[in-house]
C-alpha cells in the first residue's frame, strides 16, 4: 500500500534463467532464498520447514545433499514443495547427479572443493540434458588451494577467476544456464568481488554475506552488503545467512527487498518514532505491543506509532494507518488525518480495529468514515500540550531582559 516509489538503481541488464517456475535475472523481481537446516532425508521436518520458509517470504529453498539418504530425501519432497529447491553440492559430484536424478529444481557446486574437470564437465552436461540451471557457489572461506595461492588470499579477483573457471567448465559441454555467487563473510571483500564479477560477466548473480553470523550482528553484516549492491542495480537474488532459524533469514530477504522498493510489500511494515523528550507514552512498549497484534494479522499495510500528537502524525502523514500519543489520549490517524481520539488503554486495539477495516473497505472509505469532530478534538489536545508551561528552571524573562540589553533591541523587558 506504499505511495512513494522511486526507484533505487538501474538494474544490470543480466541473462534469465529458471529455477522451476521462478525467474531469476533479467526482468524478474528479485528474489529471496534461504536453506533448510534439517536433514534433508527427514521428509516431514524439511517439508514443515519449507512451508515455513514459503510464509515468511522466501522464492526458492536450498536443501543440503550430502548422503544418499539426503538425495533420497529429496525425491520425496520435490513433488510435495511449495518452492522450487536447490541441492547443494560440496565434495561429491556423484551427489550432484542424484539430486538431478530426484527432480531438484537447481543446484548448488562449490568450485573450491568440487575440483576435478571431468566431474564439473559430467554434472553440467547431466543438468544440460535434464534442463536444469546451476549455481556456482564460490566462497572465499573455500577458495580452490592453487587459485587462493596464486593470489595470495582471497582477494575479489581470485573469487572472480574461480567463478570463471568454473564457466569454462561448463562452457566445454555447452551448458550455460547458470547464476553465480561469490560469498565472503568480509562484507567488503564481499562487496568489491560481486563488482568485479558484475563487469566480467552477464549471468544473474545470487547475493550474500556468508557465515554472516547470528542477529542482531548477522542481519547488520548481511545488510550492509547485499543492500550495497542492489543499490547499485547488482544482484538478482538474495540470502542471508544467519546464525538463526532459517524463517528469520527469509523474513529479514523480504523486509529488505521491500524496504527497497524490490518487491511489493506482502506483510505488516510498522514504523515507529525513535522517541524523545516530548513522547507521551513509552513508545516501544506500545510499538512491540502493536507489531505483535498486526503481524499476527499479516496485512500488507504500513502502521506507525508515534510518541506525540505535537509531531507525529505529521511526521507519519505517508503509513496508511497510525497512533500517535497526547496526555491519556491518542490520536488514530490515516494518511496524516486525524481520524479519531481513543483512550490512551485502547490504542493498540483501535490500531487492529481500523487496519481491518482498511483492508475491507480500502483507505478511502475509511476516510469518509472519519468520526465528526476528531480534528478538532485532536487540535485541541495539541494545543494543550504546547502550552503547558514546566517551572522555568532557566530564569527565561531575565535571559531575555539580559539580551535585549545587550544587543540593545526593543523593550528591556517586562
Ligand atoms: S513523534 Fe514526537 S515523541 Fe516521537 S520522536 Fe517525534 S517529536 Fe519525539
Same mark, same amino acid.
Given at each position: ?86 541441492? @547443494? ?17 537447481? *543446484? ?20 544440460? @540434458?535434464? &534442463?536444469?540451471?546451476?549455481?556456482? =557457489?564460490?566462497?572465499? &572461506? ?82 550492509? =552488503?547485499?543492500?550495497?549492491? *542492489? ?13 538463526? @532459524? ?14 527497497? &522498493? ?10 515507529a518514532c525513535p522517541s524523545c523528550g516530548r513522547a507521551e507514552i513509552d513508545v516501544i512498549a506500545v ?17 506507525a506509532v508515534m510518541g506525540c500528537v505535537v509531531n507525529g502524525p505529521g511526521e507519519a502523514r505517508?503509513a @496508511?494507518?497510525g497512533i500517535a500519543a497526547g496526555k491519556h489520549r491518542g490520536h488514530l490517524f490515516i494518511r496524516g488525518k486525524i481520524v479519531r481520539v481513543v483512550p490512551e488503554a485502547d490504542m493498540?486495539?483501535a ?19 472519519a468520526e465528526q469532530g476528531a480534528e478538532e478534538a485532536a487540535a485541541a489536545d495539541r494545543a494543550e500540550l504546547m502550552s503547558s508551561k514546566r517551572p522555568d528552571v532557566n530564569a527565561s524573562e531575565q535571559r531575555i531582559t539580559s539580551i535585549r540589553?545587550?544587543l540593545?533591541t526593543g523593550p528591556a523587558g517586562p
Amino acid at each position: 500500500m506504499s505511495r512513494t516509489n522511486v526507484p533505487i538503481a538501474t538494474r544490470r541488464k543480466s541473462r534469465q534463467i529458471m529455477v522451476g517456475n521462478v525467474a531469476v535475472g533479467g526482468d524478474a523481481p528479485v528474489t529471496v532464498q534461504s536453506m533448510t537446516t534439517t536433514k534433508t532425508a527427514d521428509v516431514e521436518g524439511t517439508l514443515a520447514q519449507i512451508y515455513a520458509l514459503a510464509g515468511a517470504g522466501a522464492d526458492i529453498v536450498r536443501c543440503t545433499c550430502n548422503e544418499p539418504e539426503a538425495a533420497e530425501g529429496l525425491a520425496r519432497i520435490v513433488p510435495r514443495s511449495p518452492l522450487p529447491l536447490v541441492a @547443494d553440492i560440496h565434495f561429491h559430484h556423484e551427489m550432484a547427479l542424484a539430486a538431478l536424478e530426484a527432480g531438484v529444481a537447481c *543446484l548448488r557446486l562449490n568450485p573450491g572443493n568440487l575440483r576435478k574437470p571431468e566431474e564439473i564437465r559430467l554434472v553440467a552436461s547431466e543438468a544440460r @540434458d535434464r &534442463g536444469v540451471p546451476i549455481r556456482i =557457489g564460490v566462497n572465499a &572461506g573455500s577458495l580452490h588451494p592453487e587459485i587462493y595461492r596464486r593470489h595470495g588470499g582471497a582477494t575479489p579477483e581470485a573469487l572472480v577467476e574461480s567463478a570463471l573457471r568454473e564457466l569454462d567448465y561448463f562452457a566445454e559441454v555447452g551448458f550455460e544456464d547458470v547464476k553465480i555467487s561469490v560469498k565472503a563473510s568480509n562484507v567488503a571483500l564481499m562487496i568489491s568481488s560481486y563488482r568485479l564479477l558484475a563487469e566480467a560477466v552477464d549471468h544473474p548473480l545470487h547475493l550474500g554475506v556468508t557465515e554472516a553470523g547470528p542477529p542482531p550482528g548477522g542481519l547488520v553484516k548481511a545488510t550492509a =552488503g547485499i543492500a550495497a549492491l *542492489l543499490a547499485e542495480g547488482i544482484g538478482d537474488t538474495i540470502r542471508y545467512s544467519l546464525t538463526a @532459524d532459517p524463517v528469520e533469514e527469509a523474513r529479514a530477504g523480504r523486509q529488505l527487498l521491500e524496504a527497497l &522498493g524490490l518487491r511489493e510489500r506482502k506483510g505488516l511494515d510498522l514504523i515507529a518514532c525513535p522517541s524523545c523528550g516530548r513522547a507521551e507514552i513509552d513508545v516501544i512498549a506500545v510499538a512491540n505491543a502493536a507489531q505483535q497484534a498486526l503481524q499476527k494479522m499479516d496485512l500488507p499495510i504500513q502502521v506507525a506509532v508515534m510518541g506525540c500528537v505535537v509531531n507525529g502524525p505529521g511526521e507519519a502523514r505517508e503509513a @496508511d494507518l497510525g497512533i500517535a500519543a497526547g496526555k491519556h489520549r491518542g490520536h488514530l490517524f490515516i494518511r496524516g488525518k486525524i481520524v479519531r481520539v481513543v483512550p490512551e488503554a485502547d490504542m493498540v486495539q483501535a490500531l487492529v480495529t481500523e487496519a481491518e477495516k482498511i483492508m475491507e473497505e480500502g483507505v478511502e472509505a475509511r476516510l469518509a468514515a472519519a468520526e465528526q469532530g476528531a480534528e478538532e478534538a485532536a487540535a485541541a489536545d495539541r494545543a494543550e500540550l504546547m502550552s503547558s508551561k514546566r517551572p522555568d528552571v532557566n530564569a527565561s524573562e531575565q535571559r531575555i531582559t539580559s539580551i535585549r540589553r545587550r544587543l540593545d533591541t526593543g523593550p528591556a523587558g517586562p
